[in-house]
């Protein structure tokens, strides 16, 4: 079976039609709250069934169906059955999802035991010294995975990536993640986080996978200089300096940069997305040139 044969499965008439339902309380031992989202909760959980702790996501319903009616007219699968479907080691392991009593989307992933890559640039943690190209191309091969898979992930930014203990990125949030096809292509819908949001995604056009490659460039120069390639405003203001203003200068914050880091986060924020790296490969070939211990 393709994978195209299998999208049609997910795209079945009855949405609920073989979601396992469960009572959350009943089956896990909620053991304290991971983290928040716009759309979701995250918990540290036992698994009653399993015995295993986990990491378990329960979306807002509301919420959840006011975006996926974004997509009007479109079957888009739920982030439960995309993640199913993204089996790889820098993206982070979905057991299952289904429906709570209430009917709540609910997903099962493993739990990461680690940091956000928001925490160490946040933080200038001494793990980002001489692990950033290392970092950066675990992300690249997680978002490459999801591409040739169908994907595009719509949200990449430092908040939705962790690093474990053992050095593995692993991508947590697919929140956002929409199929790779031109009808999920088309202009209208601009979603993701606003300082990684591509000049294309803001005016409203025709996208591709270019916009995931712009916010994994702002990331990098994040994860460089400490700070953002635009400045920090209200969102109105962001995103006309993303669209009408060149990026800052990395030795505006780092004057000890060499050119070839320089150049290589200039391109990676390139406002014009076929000046911009094209792709995940492309990106990690560029990071594996630069000298240094970054």
């Keep these: 079976m393709g994978f195209f044969d299998k999208i049609k499965q997910l795209f079945a008439a009855n949405p609920d039609s073989g979601r396992s339902i469960i009572d959350v309380n009943k089956r896990f031992e909620l053991i304290g709250r991971t983290g928040q989202g716009s759309m979701s909760k995250v918990w540290r959980a036992r698994d009653r069934e399993s015995g295993r702790t986990v990491c378990l996501k329960v979306l807002d319903r509301e919420k959840t169906q006011k975006f996926e009616a974004r997509f009007f ?3 888009k699968p739920s982030e439960g059955e995309i993640c199913l479907l993204l089996r790889h080691d820098n993206i982070v392991q979905t057991f299952e999802h289904g429906l709570t009593t209430e009917k709540e989307p609910y997903i099962v992933m493993e739990l990461v035991d680690g940091v956000g890559l928001n925490f160490l640039i946040e933080t200038k943690h001494k793990d980002l010294q001489g692990n950033r190209v290392n970092y950066l191309s675990q992300y690249a091969l997680g978002i490459e995975f999801m591409h040739k898979t169908g994907f595009l992930h719509r949200d990449i930014c430092p908040r939705n990536v962790m690093v474990n203990k053992e ?3 692993k991508i947590i949030d697919l929140g956002l993640a929409i199929p790779y096809t031109p009808d999920f292509c088309k202009p209208g819908n601009r979603t993701g986080t606003t300082m990684y949001l591509a000049p294309e995604l803001i005016k409203r056009s025709t996208t591709d996978h270019r916009v995931d490659m712009f916010a994994l460039g702002v990331t990098a120069f994040e994860m460089f200089v400490g700070d953002f390639p635009w400045e920090k405003g209200s969102s109105q203001e962001v995103l006309r300096a993303i669209v009408n ?21 200039m391109k990676a924020v390139d406002r014009d997305p076929n000046r911009r790296f094209q792709n995940p490969l492309e990106f990690r070939t560029a990071l594996a040139n630069l000298k240094g211990s970054w």
Excluded: I, T, Y
Aim: charged share 35%.
């Design 167 to 169: 050095g593995v990125v």
């Design 73 to 75: 007219g479109l079957k």
């Design 245 to 265: 203003q060149p990026p800052r200068n990395p030795r505006d914050f780092r004057a000890d940069l060499p050119e070839d880091v320089v150049d290589f986060l």
